[in-house]
């Protein structure tokens, strides 16, 4: 089977692209909001170009450490983001895209998974993981923003 499971998230932000983009381009804003609720993050390495590495460790809230490493696939600024999640698990390719519209940006996240029947019973986990992760990042823009 070739068919990918597909995990689709997305949110209107009410700022502009360049400032949504800069969230994540940016890795001293990225290590705040990055992840579910209850972690912490550590960037090791954050080389923002296609075929550059990103290496962050994300720590719950006991205190376990989960190192993650990705390869930037394709970037265009203020317009999509492209990286293949190698390990610790779960290898997917994560694409985000950023969509200007009336009220703001629509933010995009489309995760690919191979179709396991681990990454199927994973599915609605990660899904409100994502929410989570939406969640920490407005609440970020808000303060980077002043509240606006």
């Not at 933010?107 to 599915?123: D, I």
């Amino acid at each position: 089977m070739t068919e990918k499971m597909e995990i689709l998230n997305d949110r209107l932000f009410g700022i502009d692209p360049a400032t949504l983009f800069d969230a994540f381009a940016d890795p001293e804003k990225l290590k705040h909001w990055w992840g579910p609720h209850g972690f912490t993050n550590t960037i090791d390495e954050f080389d923002f170009r296609p075929g550059g590495t990103w290496r962050i460790t994300m720590t719950a809230s006991n205190g376990t450490d989960f190192p993650n490493h990705s390869t930037f696939q394709e970037i265009v600024p203020e317009e999509r983001i492209v990286f293949l999640h190698h390990e610790p698990m779960h290898v997917y390719t994560m694409e985000m895209t950023f969509v200007p519209g009336s009220g703001g940006t629509r933010l995009h996240w489309r995760m690919l998974f191979e179709p396991t029947e681990e990454n199927r019973q994973l599915q609605k986990f990660i899904t409100a993981a994502n929410e989570q992760n939406f969640d920490r990042l407005e609440s970020l823009l808000k303060q980077l923003t002043g509240g606006r």
